[in-house]
């Protein structure tokens, strides 16, 4: 007896054999982040923004690419001219093997010296500090956002979620005239 194929050949108008088409992983096609810092925003002022590859091995990039990635107690930090990232957990790919890389090992980040020597300068004034924001793809490479944050006290987070609060509060306010109008 012959055996029973799950693949779905479509046939093509020129003739030939095509297979159909899959949506991509949203992930990997860089429409949706890999990994995000929620707590970044919370615990520091981000004062600028910096995009920076990240030098990865094979199974780390696999692995990015299936979600596992953390960047909430990761931290930039400049050392001989050349930026690192420090405990970034990317966790094990899950079809790796014995040579399957370590989940919180530094990795080095790919800039422009000039863009690394200013960065530098920028980390040197006190309570300045350089955290990752996001991790996403760009062009099948995967990116870094960097951003150079500020620490917040708890009186600087309070008066933010104050701000935020009063902020909804208006919003909400103009949505319920806007109903009451009729529009």
């Known amino acids: ?19 159909p088409v899959r949506p991509r992983d949203p992930v990997a096609s860089g429409e949706r982040d890999a990994a995000h810092n929620r707590m970044a925003s919370h615990n520091y002022f981000l004062l600028e923004k910096f995009e920076a590859g990240v030098s990865l091995r094979g199974t780390e990039v696999k692995s ?4 596992k990635a953390n960047l909430k107690d990761s931290y930039g930090l400049i050392k001989d001219g050349e930026a690192f990232l420090l ?8 079809h790796g093997n014995i040579a399957n890389h370590d989940e919180t090992r530094t990795r080095k980040l790919l800039m ?9 300068q920028k980390t040197q004034i006190k309570g300045h500090t350089l955290i990752p924001t996001r991790l996403y793809f760009r062009k099948g490479r995967v990116k870094c956002e960097l951003a150079l944050a500020k620490g917040k006290q708890d009186w600087d987070k309070r008066e933010t979620e104050k701000r935020r609060e009063a902020d909804r509060d208006a919003r909400a306010a103009v949505n319920a005239s806007k109903h009451r109008m009729g529009r």
Do not use: C, P, W
């Open 112 to 120: 422009h010296r000039e863009e690394v020597r200013k960065l530098f």
């Open 87 to 94: 405990n970034l957990h990317i966790g094990a790919y899950s």
């Open 64 to 67: 990015i690419r299936e979600g």
């Open 1 to 19: 007896m012959a055996r029973q194929s799950t693949h779905v050949i479509v046939q093509n108008t020129d003739g030939g054999l095509k297979k």
